[in-house]
């Protein structure tokens, strides 16, 4: 078992940044790549940001690159995903999930664990 918890959301105008934290328990955190998705109101979940087991590569979704920068911290078992220059269309809940393999991935299918979620909310 595989227990995450995501903190860090909150409410930000247009332009700012956020960092989100996601703290993860359990299984060998380092052995599994992480991913960051989100899910805006009426809208289906859609991948974020991922990162591999030892943090050496990551991967973005184009509307998030050069924006956003997911990192993580294998000793205190903590992935990061650091937003600038926040939009209204940013606006969803976040969920920090893991794989089942070292190797990141944009499909959700590939992650076996999830956490509850952290609200952003980007004013206009």
């Known amino acids: 078992q595989v227990q995450l918890v995501e903190s860090g959301g909150g409410l930000v105008q247009a332009g700012g940044s956020l960092r989100l934290s996601c703290a993860a328990s359990g299984r060998t955190f380092s052995s599994s790549a992480m991913g960051w998705f989100r899910q805006a109101p009426g809208k289906e979940r859609e991948f974020v940001a991922a990162i591999n087991w030892s943090g050496g590569v990551t991967y973005y979704a184009d509307s998030v690159k050069g924006r956003f920068t997911i990192s993580r911290d294998n000793a205190k078992n903590t992935v990061y995903l650091q937003m600038n220059s926040l939009k209204p269309e940013d606006t969803a809940g976040y969920y920090c999930?893991?794989?089942?393999?070292?190797?990141?991935?944009?499909?959700?299918?590939?992650?076996?664990?999830w956490g509850q979620g952290t609200q952003v909310t980007v004013s206009s």
């Open positions: 999930a893991a794989a089942r393999s070292r190797y990141y991935s944009r499909f959700q299918y590939e992650y076996d664990y």
